[in-house]
């Protein structure tokens, strides 16, 4: 992968990057561990794309969900030139304005999963307690053996990192809402 030391000298380069369609409602957190697994794109950190972007360590604090302060205009649109997504792309994996975010663990709906693997960003809001669609409730821990979700950034295999239980098997484990 090429070194840069700011976003003005990926001006004159072809794309660096492969480019990875969002979902629609996919969380920042998900999409960005998608891209950067990316077979073409392989980074292993997001401290490369946040350099490249020259927003500092921004880009690893949101694929923890944490956008304290919430993420600029300015910093969305140095990622977008890099990911080549418009500052809008960007804008709807984040929270909604004036919804607070479930911090302590993360949530799926394992028939949504199932459906398009992919988390959802409104899974994590503070708002949101089961899927209206499936109606399931949404779960944090794996209904096997009880390990917490791990963050969408990290769901490299769309199963529990500890037992291997599939996401998509979970729905079968979700209580009804």
């Known amino acids: ?36 697994r990316k077979e073409a794109n392989s980074i292993s950190a997001p401290t490369t794309l946040s350099e490249v972007a020259g927003i500092g360590p921004a880009l690893s604090r949101w694929e923890k969900f944490r956008f304290n302060p919430f993420p600029s205009q300015q910093e969305l649109a140095a990622v977008g030139r890099v990911v080549r997504l418009d500052v809008e792309q960007l804008q709807a994996m984040l929270p909604a304005k004036g919804e607070h975010l479930v911090m302590r663990s993360m949530r799926l709906c394992g028939a949504c999963y199932r459906d398009s693997p ?50 998509e098997s979970m729905a079968k484990r979700q209580k009804r809402y």
């Open 1 to 36: 992968m090429p070194k840069f030391n700011k976003l003005s000298e990926l001006d004159s380069l072809d794309p660096w990057l492969e480019y990875v369609e969002p979902y629609e409602g996919e969380s920042i957190s998900h999409y960005f561990g998608r891209l950067r």
């Open 118 to 167: 992919h988390h959802r960003i409104h899974w994590q809001y503070e708002s949101v307690e089961g899927c209206e669609e499936h109606r399931l409730r949404l779960i944090s821990r794996c209904p096997a053996c009880d390990q917490k979700l791990a963050l969408p950034v990290e769901w490299v295999e769309g199963a529990c990192k500890r037992c291997g239980m599939k996401f």
